[in-house]
Each structure stands twice: as C-alpha cells, then as structure tokens.
C-alpha cells in the first residue's frame, strides 16, 4: 500500500470536525481528497496547485480554472480570473445541482473550503446566489474557508440571497480578514435584519484598508406609511473609518439622528473623495440642504 501524503493526511484530519455530517472520520475525508486528485490530474490540473505565499503571479491555479470549474459548478461556485493580474474571484451563483448529481456535492464542497484556506490568489468573493451553502449542512464550511481567505480584498453579496443568520454570520466570518478593501451589498430588510446592519457596522468601524462601501439598496417597503428605523449604527460606524474613499449609500431610511452624523463624516472625513446618494424613498429627516452644505466643506470631495 502507498504511503498516505502527509498533506492531504493532515488536511483531513481537520475536516471532521468541521463538518461531521459530510465526513464521520478522516479517512472518508482523505478518500475524497484522493479522488479530487484524481478527478483534476486526469483532466491535466493538480489538486496541490502550488500558491506562493501570495505572489500571485508564481501561482499555478489560474492556469487551471476551466479543470477546477467543472468540479466546483456542481454546487454552483465558479472561478474567475481578476483584471489578468493573476488574483482570482469566487463567484457563487443559485445552486445548479440536480438529483443526477447530489451524490458529487460533498465532494465539490470539500475542494470549495481546501481552495479557500490553500490559496491566497482568491482575493475576491461575489455571492450572486447562495449555491449548496444556503443548505444548512453546508454553512459552517462555508463561514470557515471565509474566515481562512485571508488575502480576501473584495466582497460582494446580495441579502435576498441570504436569509438573516447566514448574512450575520458571512460578515463576522470576514471580521477577522485583515486586507479587506471593497464591500458592496444589498438588500437589507433593516426592520427585520437589524443584527445583519449591526455586524455590518462591525466591520465598517475596524477595517483600516475598506476604501469603497457600497450600500445599494435598503429595503423600505414596510415603512412607507410610518417611521424610518435608521441605519442601525451604520452612519456612527462610517466615522470610525478614515480610510473609505469612494461611498455608495441609500439614505431613504436614515433619521434625524443619522442625517446629522453623516453630514458630520461628508465634512470631517480626510479621504472621501466619491459619494453617490441613492434614494428611493424621500426621508422627512433628510435635509438636501445640509448634504450640499457637508459636501461643500467636505476636505477631499
């Protein structure tokens, strides 16, 4: 019998506790990881794609994506390749599988969370969909490669896509990634997803390199005939930050509360330098007047 490769070996041992429901032992994981390397060596791709502490122009995945997609778009996840530099997007999209392929799924999640925590050329992520990982079984292994991309720059996803505890719990995933540069999101639901808002304002507040927010779209249906409930904190946590550069924000629910202190980040803020309002609603608190008077003795704008 072969020697077991101590890598893989290693890997496996973790995967267990991990997920117990897809894998009871670490050699039912280590099996799967050897029929991954299999699958991608007789497709001309290798499952130990070698990534250079974050040189990404010395990794060799990007040479290999089409190998890599036909496995990991069985539970609708794709890679991308970002402005030919080299670095990768992971692009999740509505799940794809069928019955015909169920059985695979395990399988393709385990290469999802091994290429999360293996390669730091993904610095992108881009939730279009939920794919497999808005099943339940699914999600801690999800949160945990997050939380183990920690070149991870970029992040872009859609709250109708999420329901609540999996939106609150992608973004304390990403509250530990230190080089987090770009957030944009919508929908927020911000009467019912006030601790999603909360744990966003979390992240806004300590991320020291975050220059591009983006909130596109607050969902205000149910409060068109009654009060605003706010930002929940999203305005307090813009002040902490020095470092946003370009901002997109729908204002339609703030109070007076957040119109006075996000008028107080247009003029204080040392580095805004692009800010698009979005309104689809007119909020009584919002004062045109005061925005205009923000910007006009904003220093950077």
């Known amino acids: 019998m072969a020697p077991k490769d101590r890598r893989l070996q290693q890997y496996a041992a973790y995967v267990p506790d991990l997920c117990p429901a897809l894998y009871s032992s670490a050699n039912k994981a280590y099996a799967s990881l050897q029929e991954l390397k299999t699958i991608l060596s007789q497709r001309g791709a290798n ?17 290999q994506l089409q190998q890599w997609n036909r ?5 609708g996840v794709q890679l991308r390749e970002r402005n030919n530099c080299g670095e990768l997007a992971v692009v999740c999209f ?4 069928g019955l015909h392929t169920s059985w695979r799924i395990p399988r393709s999640v385990l290469l ?32 945990d490669a997050v939380a183990k991309c920690t070149d991870l720059k970029n992040l872009r996803f859609s709250v109708q896509f999420l329901r609540m505890s ?65 930002t929940r904190g999203i305005t ?32 204080e803020s040392p580095s805004l330098m692009s800010l698009s309002l979005l309104c689809w609603i007119i909020s009584p608190a919002l004062s045109v007047v005061d925005i205009a008077g923000a910007v006009e003795k904003s220093q950077a704008l």
Request: aromatic share 10%; hydrophobic share 40%; net charge positive.
């Open 166 to 230: 999996a939106c609150k719990q992608l973004l304390h995933a990403v509250q530990s990634l230190p080089n987090l540069e770009e957030i944009v999101c919508n929908i927020f639901d911000v009467g019912n997803e006030y601790k999603n808002l909360s744990a966003l304002a979390d992240v806004i507040s300590t991320k020291g390199k975050l220059y591009r927010l983006a909130i596109e779209d607050f969902d205000v249906r149910p409060y068109r005939q009654c009060h605003r409930p706010g």
């Open 236 to 267: 307090a946590a813009l002040q902490s930050n020095t470092a946003i550069t370009d901002l997109t924000i729908d204002v339609s629910v703030m109070t007076e509360e957040d119109c006075r202190l996000f008028s107080q980040f247009i003029k």
């Open 94 to 97: 509505r799940s794809i599988y």
């Open 71 to 75: 496995v990991l778009g069985i539970i």
């Open 112 to 143: 999802f969370h091994w290429l999360l925590a293996n390669h730091r050329c993904v610095t992108a992520l881009r939730m279009e969909g939920s794919g497999v990982f808005g099943r339940l079984e699914y999600r801690t292994v999800f949160w």
């Open 47 to 63: 499952l130990k794609a070698r990534c250079f502490q974050g040189s990404t122009h010395s990794c060799e995945l990007p040479r």
